[in-house]
């Protein structure tokens, strides 16, 4: 493994900074809308080297380190990858997280690592960063396999509930620490989100499977089909003999926008609509297995991360319009720059400033017209962003025979409510000390999106990481 010298001169980094990016290599539109395949193509050696070799070593910490949720050495894994040291890169990335293959895919490096790189803020063309981190990572488990590490056994058991990558992060590092882990979900198989909601084209669910079997093999059990609050209960599981207990359920309620007519046939829910068109059946529970009817012109509602997904999805399940209805611009738009292009190369169209107010049957009852109003931006919220204010009698008509609701979420009450002491606060979240994750009640902690509210991927799996170390000083 080469040791990264932290000594560059400035000859060095200019001469760096001259390097020119070969960009990303992505797959046509035309050809990528047709399938749910990955869009960006396994990258060659050369290519990787060559990329990596356009980073400028800086200062430690980097400003990317600094600005990455999981703190990953981006600049020493950018030193290995440029000496063609692939798995020691890759083992730097696993050093800090759990699921690096994934991160490099779905982060939103433009607003994390790769908006923070110098180069870009020089007004040159950034470090495909997460393109790396996958590329590494993925690279590793292809061709050397990956282990999870494991200590001896303390004879601590801890129950996870739910699958998702706050609990499979928390799992990762527990097994590390010696700890029997068992993960219970209400669905069928682990991943949560991952499995159930990311589309394939932006995670392949083999290598979700993967990483499930890197932590089985380390001893990590998976139960399934089990709603915790309804099925079992958190203090039937203290009574089984788990010791800790880390609650991970994230938040799977989707956010509805309470317009007449949002029941209609033709109107679905986000994660319904991408759980069934992502999703292979066998992991499904029956009510789920059928695919949803497409229509021809299909609206999806909302500026996020899921809304996207959900524009994509409905390209290549074969509707001849795709269209985004957004209250604000595109610059308060919070979903991922990188998908919103391939988005827009893909054929999908937005309509920013558009606020729908009721949804309307055609003869048959379903689904035919959205009545939306023009929308402009007034003071920023609390958040920092514009307020969309309605534009009085501006009403319109948009025809559509689907529309897809990708408003948000709430949490689900089952469990909270069901296990007395408890706290929560806004919305149903769990109430959890943010530095621990202990929550009211003592053995029991919590992290992800449970108790931050929706975020990313890379922070609830960072929550996990944490909330192991912390749960293993209160079993010890």
């Not at 539109?29 to 060559?50: G, K, M, Q, S, T």
Request: with cysteine.
């Amino acid at each position: 493994m080469s040791t990264l010298p932290r000594d560059f001169s400035s000859q060095d980094r200019k001469a760096r900074m001259a390097k020119a990016s070969h960009g990303l290599p992505v797959r046509p539109a035309a050809e990528r809308v047709n399938d749910f395949n990955e869009p960006i193509l396994w990258v060659d050696y050369d290519w990787a080297r060559h990329e990596a070799s356009r980073c400028i070593h800086c200062p430690d910490p980097a400003p990317c380190q600094r600005a990455c949720p999981a703190k990953n050495d981006i600049s020493y894994a950018m030193w290995l990858i440029e000496h063609g040291h692939f798995v020691d890169a890759a083992e730097v990335y696993r050093q800090t997280n759990a699921l690096p293959e994934v991160c490099g895919r779905v982060c939103p490096q433009d607003r994390l690592c790769e908006g923070a790189c110098v180069r870009g803020n020089k007004g040159g063309q950034t470090i495909p960063l997460g393109t790396l981190e996958a590329f590494t990572t993925t690279y590793q488990r292809r061709t050397h396999g990956y282990q999870v590490p494991t200590a001896p056994s303390t004879g601590d058991r801890v129950a996870i509930i739910g699958a998702g990558p706050a609990g499979l992060g928390c799992a990762e590092q527990l097994l590390q620490l010696g700890h029997a882990v068992t993960i219970f979900d209400a669905r069928p198989a682990p991943g949560g989100l991952l499995t159930y909601g990311i589309p394939n084209f932006k995670l392949e669910k083999s290598l979700v499977n993967e990483i499930w079997n890197s932590l089985a093999s380390a001893g990590a059990e998976f139960v399934g089909n089990t709603i915790i609050g309804k099925h079992r209960t958190i203090d039937e599981l203290l009574h089984d003999g788990f010791q800790a207990v880390f609650i991970a359920i994230g938040v799977g309620v989707d956010v509805t926008l309470g317009a007449p007519g949002e029941h209609l046939p033709g109107v679905y829910k986000a994660i319904d609509f991408l759980v069934r068109s992502n999703t292979s059946p066998k992991l499904l529970p029956p009510e789920l297995r059928h695919r949803p009817v497409i229509g021809k012109r299909i609206a999806v509602i909302g500026g996020g991360d899921t809304a996207l997904d959900c524009l994509r999805t409905a390209m290549r399940l074969g509707a001849d319009d795709v269209f985004c209805l957004y209250r604000r611009t595109e610059t308060e738009m919070p979903g991922r720059g990188k998908d919103r292009k391939m988005a827009l190369e893909e054929g999908v169209r937005f309509q920013y400033l558009t606020q729908p107010v009721a949804f309307h049957p055609g003869p048959d009852g379903s689904l035919a017209h959205i009545e939306c109003l023009r929308m402009e931006l007034g003071e920023p919220d609390e958040k920092g962003r514009r307020k969309p204010i309605p534009v009085e009698g501006s009403n319109f008509i948009i025809p559509a025979d689907m529309a897809v609701l990708a408003l948000g979420f709430h949490p689900d009450p089952t469990l909270t409510t069901a296990t007395p002491g408890l706290q929560t606060r806004d919305w149903g979240l769990l109430f959890a000390n943010p530095e621990t994750g202990a929550t009211t009640r003592l053995g029991l902690f919590g992290g992800g999106d449970i108790v931050t509210g929706p975020d990313l991927v890379v922070t609830a799996m960072t929550a996990g990481r944490k909330a192991a170390h912390i749960i293993h000083a209160y079993l010890g």
